[in-house]
């Protein structure tokens, strides 16, 4: 503490000696009634304190009181910042933008859910040894998930914008993750594991519509195509871990670690949520400023009935663009589903790969789909920042989805004389470039309303998961009565790809759309 006087020409000599914040003496002159300070040091600076020893008048007491005030605040400020800067960056994801937290946690858990989708699919061989399935059997199992993934899809999108996609989606990925861990403990019993594989399917099956509606209410248009890509492209992600894991897991320790260790990864990421879900704040309620959305799971049935009778389904169907949405959905997922259950068979027996060449070798078209989607998105953002119309890009991307595989598939179901890996890498770029979809027809659903984004793609997925029910049993069918790949898996997927381009050129719309029934 140091105590100054003011000498009689009424200047001062001031010496400030502590030495943690000065080394060396300053001199100041300056006029003032007599006074004297008190000067005491801070964390980080020096607080000057004025105490008057002679009376002042009002307008010198209020200016004093206010450098009092002033200084007080910017030291606390100062305090304030240092302690934030103290307290580091941990966890990483602290300062990221909500939007990002959000995007990011929504893409992971599309990546479980890809691998709780295709652990099945490489189980299935020692589980039918074990349980002596025939072919029929093991294929009435696989397909029990799409019996629920069709069923979920309408009631997902309205859950989603009655209790917001965040909710949805953690409830859908709690759901999946308990009933593919109990797959082990069912699988004894037919009825059990196939209601156990239909839960998997609806809790998968709400998730999409559940991500839809979070992007629609958070990601703004020029970000819009990154999000969607970067949220769906983590099925790719799931799909090429599952494939990778599952093999070695099964050898190692038997088919039900597949489904144990799957399980527990989505019970964790529910559990994660939970910690970090007053943080990212996954609900629409947060997301969006609509009056209609609540987040209470209290909510009575009649205001569920009446927001179900709200929902302007006959607008829905007398829009072009909407139907066009609904076949484009059914084209894709026709040869995405048809190629996703067969081609592990066709690079087998036409191909004449080994069965450990086939499964590595599936993995290679969703593994290029993981890049081809970051830059659609990229490509897709890049055009919409730059003034082309919205419409024209999406009509793009959802071209180049549908003709790049239907040309592929041409080629590798024609005789050219090909050597088996040329066709391979033919088939892989095709469906490759198929993962554009994801800048055009799925993102068109938010574009044209936000606010039933959910919904809408709550009806095209319902039409989309009919190619996993009918198609994949018809190309089985045609398979043994034709004995031809290019007749049963090619030619119906080059159909529905060419027609589906046509519909969508035509009629497909990106403009938003009130659909109020008065209109």
């Avoid at 990221?96 to 929504?106: C, E, G, V, W």
């Avoid at 993750?177 to 082990?184: C, D, E, R």
């Avoid at 829905?316 to 059914?330: K, P």
Wanted: a neutral charge.
């Amino acid at each position: 503490m140091a105590w100054l006087k003011p000498r009689p020409d009424r200047s001062c000599f001031i010496s400030h000696t502590h030495r943690p914040y000065s080394h060396t003496p300053f001199i100041r002159k300056t006029s003032f009634p007599p006074f004297h300070f008190h000067l005491s040091p801070s964390n980080y600076s020096l607080r000057l304190r004025i105490v008057s020893s002679a009376p002042q008048n009002a307008k010198e007491t209020h200016r004093v009181a206010k450098a009092k005030a002033l200084t007080d605040l910017q030291v606390e400020e100062e305090v304030e910042k240092q302690q934030d800067n103290f307290s580091g960056t941990w966890p990483p994801w602290k300062n990221l933008p909500q939007r990002y937290k959000l995007i990011a946690t929504t893409s992971l858990a599309f990546v479980i859910c890809n691998m709780d989708k295709v652990n099945l699919s490489i189980a299935i061989i020692p589980m039918s040894h074990q349980f002596g399935w025939n072919s029929t059997t093991a294929g009435l199992v696989q397909s029990s998930f799409f019996w629920g993934y069709a069923l979920s899809q309408l009631p997902g999108g309205w859950l989603a914008k009655i209790f917001g996609g965040g909710t949805v989606l953690e409830v859908g990925v709690l759901i999946w993750s308990v009933a593919t861990a109990l797959v082990p403990s069912l699988a004894g019993f037919m009825p059990g594991l196939l209601l156990s594989r239909v839960l998997v399917g609806i809790g998968e099956g709400v998730s999409p519509s559940a991500a839809t509606d979070l992007i629609a209410r958070s990601i703004p248009l020029e970000e819009r195509s990154r999000a969607v890509g970067f949220v769906f492209g983590g099925l790719s992600v799931g799909s090429v871990m599952g494939l990778l894991l599952a093999p070695p897991l099964i050898q190692n320790l038997g088919w039900e670690s597949v489904f144990y260790l799957f399980g527990l990864l989505g019970i964790a990421w529910f559990l994660g949520f939970q910690v970090l879900g007053g943080e990212t704040q996954l609900n629409a309620k947060s997301l969006s400023s609509l009056d209609t959305v609540t987040n209470s799971w209290k909510t009575s049935l009649t205001e569920l009935n009446g927001s179900l009778k709200d929902v302007p389904w006959k607008a829905f169907f007398q829009n072009r663009a909407v139907w066009a949405m609904i076949y484009a959905h059914f084209c894709g997922s026709w040869g995405h589903y048809n190629c996703l259950s067969w081609l592990p068979t066709f690079f087998s027996e036409e191909l004449n790969l080994n069965l450990t060449e086939a499964a590595w070798v599936s993995i290679l078209p969703p593994l290029a789909s993981i890049f081809v989607t970051g830059l659609a998105a990229q490509l897709a953002d890049n055009l919409i920042s730059r003034g082309v119309e919205t419409t024209v890009v999406r009509k793009i991307c959802q071209s180049i989805a549908f003709l790049s595989p239907a040309i592929c598939m041409t080629l590798s179901s024609v005789d050219l004389g090909l050597p088996p890996w040329e066709i391979v890498g033919i088939l892989t770029a095709g469906l490759a470039l198929s993962s554009f979809a994801l800048s055009g027809l799925y993102c068109t659903h938010q574009d044209m309303s936000p606010e039933y984004a959910s919904i809408l793609l709550g009806i095209t997925n319902t039409v989309g998961a009919v190619p996993g029910i009918v198609g994949v049993a018809l190309t089985g069918y045609l398979l043994d009565l034709t004995h031809s790949w290019s007749i049963s898996l090619f030619a119906p997927s080059i159909f529905f790809y060419v027609t589906g381009t046509m519909v969508w050129l035509v009629f497909a719309s990106s403009k938003p759309q009130s659909f109020s029934e008065h209109n």
